[in-house]
């Protein structure tokens, strides 16, 4: 809990709850919210407030909530928006702690004036709100079901945490469809206070809920979420469905719930940081949420499929490369374990193939053998319908080894085929045993829970930090400031690169042929000339780049030649000199930046560098805190990683060093709030030992207000 806030578990456990708005008139949102509230169980003092009295549902109607005698934990608000304000000051005059505001009308629709005024002053007064916006809560440990939705909610272990609240209000109904049961189920709707952070912050700790299904749609504390994510992906698998991953889809989000959509390349690298499950659809979601909460750990990698048809085991070997499954390849114990069930001609290469001809006992002893054998961690078993095929026996014979082995090793199936094995599959869900219709919808279910398995058998990472010259940095944005410039000439831009401890290319700063030479010479030819002038941000456009200089005849004749061309490019640039720079050796070229993100605060991009960045889009995102683990993951993670293995024959780069400059230019843009962007393209990384050298920097400021 900080400072003086609620504990959270007030909301989820009220000692009482007063519904503002409660209506005499049947089908209103006020009336339905008191008789779902009445008709869930929920054993604490229910008070309807209204001013017009009375009584309702069997409940003494009060006119006003300060006249309520007892304590009232939580506030459901349903009045209209312009009464809210003076329903949230009642709820402060009472002590209510929180305010649950179903109405809308506020940021959603663009009064957000209205919306702040009543955060700020339910905050200054120690009181919280959910909302405004949103269709309630539901929590199976208090029997509560606070919503407008429907009343018969399906009780269980899935906390759902949705933004849109129409999607909530329908995943009730679906969830008991699919038999699901909830543990609690809350709308964050314009996240005035409370967001999906705070929730989620609370259900991780909270033993009913065994998973966290969070729908998204624009993240407000990202920072905060990635460290609350961390610790709770640690604990139990959260799925997260994030929606706007078109561009079409981004602004529709963004309108929808008046909050900004963050960029979806950047949620879907940070989620997976943090451990978060990410579903591509509802559908799919649900289909994890179903059969994780009951699922046995598994206890190590390896996964064996049974199948008796060749087809659909490639089609499984397919999806467990997409979904991160791990086939056993042990062929000799495969095959010195599988020959009891597997005819001459079958195949004992995983996937197992017990042939078209398997009879319900072969996939019985199939399954005996693969369940009992200690070095199969997971069993995928697969049918599809042949002439001999009996689905009744095969659900049977399913069930009894679901059974036998629940607790012990995790067991899926899929089943292909007509009307038979369609209605086995229904009847063996609804057992809660993990059946599909389709191989890839029980991969996908089987790389989530392998994305669980292993947040949870891996360390945590430990934090990288690394020290920077921060001082330096700041010496140089006043100097840019004063010369009122918002971003750094190159050379500004190297210097705060060396302050970071980042090798860049040598380099002085000429006012005369003469420095020139003498620098030339100091540096070592070949070098590079560029000119310096803030007017002149494209030096290439403007003929102020000369490379390979070779002596010094050739250094003179590029000092003329970049001030004849610039001076012709821009008659009244201010040209502060010509820089000599050491002409560097080739390298792979890979591009470092960081920026900060609406949604996730300081992030850091890497990717292949050069003019291919732009084109191929070969790049991978990050948030802080980070470890060296993680940016070596994230190194890993783009298509063209194998250029920095070493191809045909070349040797290894410098991968480390590469992962210590993604660290420190990150730490330069965490640590100095004036840096909006970075980006260091090309950074030329060397053979394994060589290290990296930042080529080109830019670095753009923030209006100084933001910083
Ligand atoms: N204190 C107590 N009761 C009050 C007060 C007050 N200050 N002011 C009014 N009331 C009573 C009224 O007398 C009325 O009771 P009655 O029906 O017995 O006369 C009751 O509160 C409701 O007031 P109405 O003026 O009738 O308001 P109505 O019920 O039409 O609408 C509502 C209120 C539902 C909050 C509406 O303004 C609204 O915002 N609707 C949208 C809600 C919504 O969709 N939220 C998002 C959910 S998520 C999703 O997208 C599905």
Redesign the pocket.
Known sequence: MKGNEPSMKCLFEPSGIAV??A???RG???YRVLENIVAGGYAGKVYP????GGELLGLQVYGDLVEVETPVDVAVV????N?VF??VEECARKGVKFAII????FSEIGNTAEERKIADYAREHGLRIIGP???GLYSASASLNATFGPSDVKEGNVAIITQS??IG?AMIGKTKVEGIGLSAMI?V?NKSDVDETDLLEYLTFQDDSKVVLMYLEGVKSGERLVEVLKKATRRKPVVVIKSGRSTRGAQAAASHTGSLAGQDRVFDDVARQCGAIRAESIQEALNWCKFLPDAPEPMGEDVVVITNGGGIGVLTADACEKYGVNLSDDVAELKKSFECVMPSFGSAKNPVDITGGASPDDYDKALDVALANDTIDAVACLGCQTADFDANRFAAIAERRYDQYKSVKPIVFSLFGGAEIEQSIHELKLKGIPVFSDVYEMTSFLGALYMDYRNKSTEAPEVENVSIDTAAIDRVVAGARAGGRHFLLAHEAQEVMRAAGIVTPQSRIAHNPNEAIRYAEEIGYPVVMKVVSSDILHKSDAGGVALDLESEREVLDAYEAILRNCRAYKADAVIEGIQVDEMVHPGVEVIVGARRDGSFGPIVMFGLGGIYVEVLKDIAFRAFPLSREETLNMIGQIHSYPLLLGVRGEARKDIDEVASAIVKVGCVLRNCSAISDIEVNPLLVYEHGEGVKAVDVRILLREPEEA
């Open positions: 503002i708005g209506s005499h008139t209103k949102i006020g407030i209204n001013p017009r349903v009045v209209p928006a009464t003076s329903a179903i109405t809308s009308g916006n949103v269709f609240g129409a209000i709308s709707g």
